[in-house]
């Protein structure tokens, strides 16, 4: 697919240029919507209502409720919204915690975050959300790691993100709160995959089962309807519960595609896993 997201990454640095000087701006950064020659699925969140100090507080970890909360180690525990300053605003992509050795990792596109270190005012992360409430929490992000073929040339065929998540207030890593899904990097495609995903205009995650299928050598799709801005980032969960692939955009709501994770993506993880506590 020719999918040019050129724009989109402008559109962000010119806005974070522009806001520099304000106490909460960050380099995690939602990419920006609406832009039709771009097709990616993230959306821009509004900009928020609560004063910088309110924001710093809604970054931190909040007591866990796990009451009515999915099963630990089930898709539905482990998949959640990225939110800018906290859960009280709007979401605008999707992750999912990926297993590793420090199990403090998550996966998304590329295009829905900035690589580089964060701060408690940046975006964050919120498995299992649904109608407002974050039943393991909002989780930090710390540092954010990309192909440079992509956060620097904006190569579709590199649209991928891990984002290293700081500890709860207890010490636990999200991993052991949540479970996760394991990262296959051997390049598969032309299987039954399942996706959960987090539109932008809504409050609670969609999923659907279809097939994957390898249109290019570095380039897949599955056609299901209503996946629209919010979705980037969804994991592509194969039979086995493997990771093999991130919705990273699409021509319609109804047609999604995903880098193939081949060895680019095996390096990227090997990079996000070597700086782990």
């Not at 997201?5 to 402008?10: A, L, N, S």
């Not at 540092?143 to 190569?155: G, H």
């Not at 051997?186 to 039954?192: A, C, N, V």
């Not at 299928?213 to 309807?225: G, H, K, M, S």
Request: hydrophobic share 35%; proline share 6%.
């Amino acid at each position: 697919m020719a999918v040019d997201k050129r724009t989109v990454v402008t559109g962000v640095l010119c806005a974070v240029a522009a806001l520099g000087a304000s106490a909460v701006m960050t380099k995690v950064v939602p990419a920006a919507e609406g832009r039709p020659e771009a097709h990616v699925k993230a959306a821009a969140p509004a900009k928020p209502s609560p004063s910088s100090s309110s924001r710093s507080q809604a970054a931190k970890q909040p007591q866990l409720d796990t009451s009515g909360s999915p099963r630990p180690g089930s898709p539905a525990a482990f998949t959640g919204a990225l939110f800018e300053g906290g859960v009280q605003g709007d979401h605008f992509c999707t992750a999912t915690v990926v297993h590793s050795a420090g199990k403090n990792l998550i996966v998304t596109a590329g295009h829905c975050l900035l690589a580089g270190k964060h701060g408690d005012a940046g975006a964050v992360f919120a498995p299992a959300y649904a109608n407002g409430g974050a039943p393991y929490g909002a989780w930090t992000i710390e540092e954010v790691f990309e192909d440079s073929r992509w956060s620097e040339d904006s190569d579709d065929d590199y649209d991928l993100a891990f984002a290293r998540l700081a500890p709860d207030a207890s010490g636990r890593n999200i991993e052991d709160v949540t479970g996760a899904a394991a990262l296959d990097t051997t390049g598969r495609s032309g299987e039954e995959i399942t996706v959960t995903g987090y539109p932008a205009d809504r409050k609670v995650p969609r999923t659907c089962t279809a097939s994957a299928i390898r249109e290019t050598p570095t380039e897949q799709r599955f056609d299901c309807a209503d996946f629209p801005g919010g979705t980037s980032g969804s994991a592509w969960l194969a039979k086995d519960g493997k990771i093999i692939g991130i919705l990273t955009g699409g021509d319609t709501d109804d047609v999604s595609t995903s880098t193939i994770l081949g060895e680019y993506a095996a390096q990227l993880y090997a990079k996000a896993t070597a700086t782990a506590r």
